[in-house]
Structure formats: C-alpha cells, structure tokens
C-alpha cells in the first residue's frame, strides 16, 4: 500500500516537486489580438445611404459627359485595304501575298471628315491576330535583345531559333520574326506629307529590354519570311517599329502606332496613301486597317470609358430616387424591434 501510493504520487500527482508545467500558449494580451481596438460602425440609416448614392451620381455624370464629348472630338479615318489592295482577277490570296515576284504596291485615296489639328498618329489595326497567344508570347529571348554577349542564347524562341546551319537568329522568336511589314506614304496637294517615326515606341523598352549594342544577325534569313527584314547595321534599341511589335497585345484587335504627322488638314482635303501591302492576314482570315487619328487630353477615341461613369452615375440616381420614394411611402422606425424574424413569428401565432 505504501509504496503504491508512492509510485502513484510521483508518477501521476499534480505536486509541485514533479516534472516542469508546460508553457501556456495563450497570446499576450493586447488590444489588436483581442479585436478592441477602435473602429468605426456606420449606422446606415436612409439618410446616410441616399446622400451617398447621389454624392457618387454627382461626381460620376460629369466625368461621363466630359469624357464621352473628349472622345466625340477626336476626328479618326479608318480604311480597310486588305481585301481592296487584291486585284480583281486573284481568287488564291494566299498564293499572292507569299509571291515574292508579284508587286504590292497599292493607292487608297482617303478623305477628311472634320478638320485634323497636328500632330496626326499613324496607326495600322490588325484584326483577328491573337498576339496573347501563350507559344507565341514566350517564344523571345530577353537575354539575347538586351546583351551582345547572349546572342547564341536562343532557349524559348522555338521554332525561330537558329539557321538550317545551326547559326543563331538574332533576335529570335516568333514575336520578332512575324514583325508587321507594310509600309505607308502620303501624299497631300501634290507634296509628300512625311511621317515622323521617332519615340513611338515606349522609352522604357529602348532603355532596358533592346541593347544599344545589339545587332540583327541571321534574321529572316530561313524558307519562310514571316515579316519585316531589320537593317544589320542598325542596333535594336534603335529599331522602334521592332520595338513596338514586341510589345504583344492583350486582344486579337489591336493597333500599333506607325507614327505622327505633323501637319493640319481641313474638312474634306484629300490623302492619296501609297502602301506596299506586304503582310500576310489571308492565311489565317485576318483583317488589315489603317488608322489617321487624332488626340485628345483623354488619348484616342474611345467611347467606353464616358459611357461607363454614366452608367454608373445614372444608377446611382436611380436607386437614390427608389429609396427616397420607398422612405416616403413605407418609412420604418430605425431599431424597432418588431421588424425582427423572431418577433414576426410570434405575433403571427
């Protein structure tokens, strides 16, 4: 008896000689642990939830007016040549756009709506072109366009990557080798109107995705030629058409800017635009535009944007103006207690 006790009190006993208390994991108390800090508890009564619905209709409407006529003022020409720069007599138009011997060069006579105050953006629109495709978008090698050192590093630019030889394509991938390659020039009263093709493209990717001392080598130089061919004397930080085609687009409708024009026109003069049309889109149904456009303090036309905040705007008003009706006709008591579920239950039995 005496030594089961003993065994039982040193084993089991909740004496204060036994083995060390385990450490409580209890937090240390503090405000922010035990969710007492302050903090703010709108009441929203209908007063409070009119004035805002109407406080963010007020602000809205007039962003939505402002920016819808911003966009009304943008005066834009687009023309559609892929279809109308193919003679009449071509029923393959695949067959003629890869026949290198055949001719491209095409005249579109474009008229002007409004008056178009400099400087005028060049654009040129492809439809159906889905440039977010994901082989097509990792097929480059940003090593390679931003450092002379890396320019055998070819990895990712399958299938553009080397040579029948074995000789790396500098740059490589589907992106550059696929670069948009018609051309434009205007004419305007018998002279020619000259396109300014500098700092389209972002001053960022000059600076830090194309190397100053990074030379085409090898390029366009397989079976197939996919697009433009690059100047190898010129380094690619300076080729900004290159440059601009290399910044994918996030939808199969896109615009891509050419460049500017510098000079006014008035209300129905007259452009007579000479273009190679040289770019393949008949292979896979795509469509080819070009875009003169002006500018606003909003950018581009873009319509959307202005109709956004008045949709908004208006539905704000709307359900401001229902709850001030509904609070008129059908008021409530704030914290009355029989609008409880439990309390309506009760009075119904």
Known sequence: MNSG??????????????????????????????????????ILTPKWVISVFILVGAIFVPIGVAS???????????????????????????????????????????????????????????????????????SRNDQQLRDASKANETTLCDPEKTTKDGLAIVPCGLIAWSTFNDTYSFQHKSRNLSVDKNDISWKSDRDHKFGSDVFPKNFQKGPLIGGKTLNESIPLSEQEDLIVWMRTAALPTFRKLYGRIYVDLKENDTITVTLDNNYNTYSFGGKKSLVLSTSTWLGGKNDFLGLAYLTVGGLCFFLAFAFTLLYLIKPRKLGDNNYLSWNKNSAGH
Do not use: W
Not at 16 to 39: H, I, M, N, V, W
Not at 86 to 93: A, I, L
């Open 5 to 42: 006790d003993a065994a039982g009190s040193s084993s089991g006993g909740s004496g204060d000689g036994g083995a060390p208390r385990r450490a409580s994991r209890k937090p240390k108390y503090s405000k922010f642990t035990q969710q007492e800090l302050p903090a703010c508890k709108p």
């Open 68 to 138: 819808l006529l911003s966009s009304q003022k943008v005066v834009e020409i687009v023309d559609r040549y892929d279809d109308a720069c193919v003679p009449s007599n071509v029923t393959d138009k695949l067959a003629y756009i890869q026949n290198s011997t055949i001719p491209k060069t095409c005249q579109r006579t474009l008229t002007v709506p409004k008056d178009m105050k400099q400087p005028i953006f060049v654009y040129y629109q492809l439809n159906n072109f889905y440039q977010n495709h994901r082989r097509y978008v990792k």
